[in-house]
Nanobody
Framework: QVQLVESGGGVVQAGGSLRLSCAASGRAFSMYAMGWLRQAPGKERESVAF????????YYADSVKGRFTISRDNAKNTVYLQMNSLKPEDTAVYYCAADPQPRDYVPNEYDYWGQGTQVTVSS
């Protein structure tokens, strides 16, 4: 089992940047593929980015491709989401999630979730 805690959310103007962090504790972090997902009010949860256990495979939603970058530091048990050129439509609660399966593609479901961090982008 792994526990996840997100940080780094906040309020930023359109065009600005934020860096989200997700710190993991518990079972070996490197055994988990990791993802960032978001949910805006009244909308379905959306997978934003994914990174495999080694970091060798990544995935981005079309809506964030070229603006967001997912990375991980297995030595620090942390996964990051660098968000640049933020838009008002990026406003959402962002969740970090972990998948214990050895896959290089986005899972249908993640096994473990953080509590979420709010990102608000003002126009």
């Amino acid at each position: 089992q792994v526990q996840l805690v997100e940080s780094g959310g906040g309020v930023v103007q359109a065009g600005g940047s934020l860096r989200l962090s997700c710190a993991a504790s518990g079972r070996a972090f490197s055994m988990y593929a990791m993802g960032w997902l978001r949910q805006a009010p009244g909308k379905e949860r959306e997978s934003v980015a994914f990174i495999s256990r080694s970091g060798g495979s990544t995935y981005y939603a079309d809506s964030v491709k070229g603006r967001f970058t997912i990375s991980r530091d297995n030595a620090k048990n942390t996964v990051y989401l660098q968000m640049n050129s933020l838009k008002p439509e990026d406003t959402a609660v962002y969740y970090c999630a972990a998948d214990p399966q050895p896959r290089d593609y986005v899972p249908n479901e993640y096994d473990y979730w953080g509590q979420g961090t709010q990102v608000t982008v003002s126009s």
